[in-house]
């Protein structure tokens, strides 16, 4: 049974790799598309119980430019441990490349997500970086756009809407949350 084993192991520290950003070591884009997939199935008939949040960092070009890429990677190490530490235990935290970030909330209603993303904006309001009074708003800050499940049958139809809102976000003053107002909401 030894050789089985080790196998299996190697096979699911793979998997793990396939799922996993290297930088943070957050899940990825890839993993975001399992965990839906594998949810959707519950998820029918049962509106607004899973929220998505996509999370972006303001101006982080410009702290990149500023401190060098090596600073950068620190920073996004540390909002990723800050986003880990204000979800809860069956949410899944992803990168999904870039300084953007994916958040999938499950079990949890529209006040509940706010709640959850005012945390998160909160605390990376009040976390100190590394030369951040150089930014344009004098400290990294991230702006957050929200979208209810509302029967979306691919991830990329639920990411479209956060991306709607996180857009808005970002174009009235960033550091915020918008919630997607659009279409069947």
């Not at 706010?114 to 708003?137: I, S």
């Not at 957050?144 to 857009?167: C, H, P, Q, R, S």
Request: contains cysteine; charged residues 25%; proline residues 1%.
């Amino acid at each position: 049974g030894y050789i089985i084993t080790t196998v299996a192991k190697q096979q699911k520290q793979s998997q793990n790799m396939a799922y996993t950003d290297s930088l943070t070591g957050l899940f990825n884009k890839r993993y975001l598309d399992f965990i839906f997939e594998q949810n959707l199935g519950k998820l029918l008939g049962k509106e607004a119980s899973l929220a998505l949040l996509i999370i972006d960092v303001d101006y982080f070009k410009n702290y990149n430019d500023i401190n060098g890429h090596i600073a950068g990677n620190i920073a996004l190490q540390k909002i990723s441990e800050l986003l880990l530490a204000e979800s809860r235990n069956k949410d899944s935290v992803v990168r999904f490349g870039g300084e953007e970030f994916c958040i999938l909330l499950f079990d949890i209603d529209k006040k509940g997500a706010l709640g959850v993303a005012e945390r998160m904006r909160n605390h990376m309001e009040k976390e100190v970086f590394y030369n951040e009074e150089k930014q344009p708003k004098v400290q990294l800050t991230i702006s957050i756009g929200l979208a209810m499940y509302t029967f979306e049958n691919t991830i990329e139809e639920l990411v479209d809407k956060a991306d709607k809102a996180l857009y808005e976000a970002k174009k009235t003053g960033r550091n915020k949350i918008v919630f997607y107002e659009g279409g069947n909401n």
